[in-house]
């Protein structure tokens, strides 16, 4: 019962000084807030370069072009072998008539063009002029280079396997591209956590210099080092929870509208946000968890480094 009076009386003087010292603690709550909000981009932005990635990944494919004569027979025999090369996911065979069609639902130029190839309503397969494919995706995009190599060894005379593809230098810049930005956004998290807690630890300790005599009568009292350290460690606590409720708020609401939109995507269907549940709660969390962590921090140091106790 004592431990819990003595902790309740702390969490109390806490809460009291933030409010009695508010010209300063607006200074620090105003810090996290700026800081947070920062974070919060950076944070989202790190978090959809990864999916962006993850999405590149799975999209990537290889097309191997066959030769406009191919066979389903033989189409079939190297679909078995490339099934066999270490690091293929999936194989799957077009023929041009799908290809055809395909292409014609895509866009109106393509059906008034194709549609030339059907004789009362039926395709004429000798008039298509293009290459069925063998679609492969690898296991993963460390593997796709190895793949591909394979898929060529396959056919070396180039008699059935004309072409094989998969936009190796874009995917390459791309994955490269999000890398970087990853790398950035991580970088500026924790520099403004380690700025933020600095700023914090010296406003505390105008706090502290500015109580030095209700510090001296507690000692006098006999209050133990622990039992004057805590009081400013549960301060940075509210700091941090306090400065961190706007961030929250904009990240919700904000994360949210942009998602709506921009129909979920940015530029294309293929980069695609994440959606906004349960993914904003885990960002506000992050929020939340750093402002506190923040706040305790700089209160601990300030107190370690700038009082005699």
Known sequence: ???IRIFGRNIR????S???NFSLSFASISCITITLLVV?????????????TRLVEQ??????????KTDEDTAKQYLEKIKSIDGVESVEHQTKIQIAEEMMESSETYNNIMSQWKVDGKWVEDEIPLRPTLLVRATSLSKIDNVADEIEKLDPEKETIKLVQYGEDMVKQLISLFDVIRKISIGVVVALILVTAFLIANT???????RKREIEIMRLVGASNMNI?????????FLGILGSIIPILVTTYGYVAIFENFNGQIFSPFIRLIAPEPFIYLVSGILLLIGMLVGMFGSLVAVKKHLKI
């Open 1 to 3: 019962m004592k431990a």
């Open 13 to 16: 003087d806490a809460f009291k």
């Open 18 to 20: 933030v409010f009695r």
């Open 40 to 52: 919060s981009i950076a944070v989202i932005l790190s978090y959809n370069v990864n999916n962006f």
């Open 59 to 68: 999209d990537v494919t290889i097309v191997a072009f066959l030769d406009t």
């Open 204 to 210: 505390i300790k105008i706090t502290i210099f500015s």
């Open 229 to 237: 350290k805590i009081p400013f460690v549960f301060e940075g606590l």
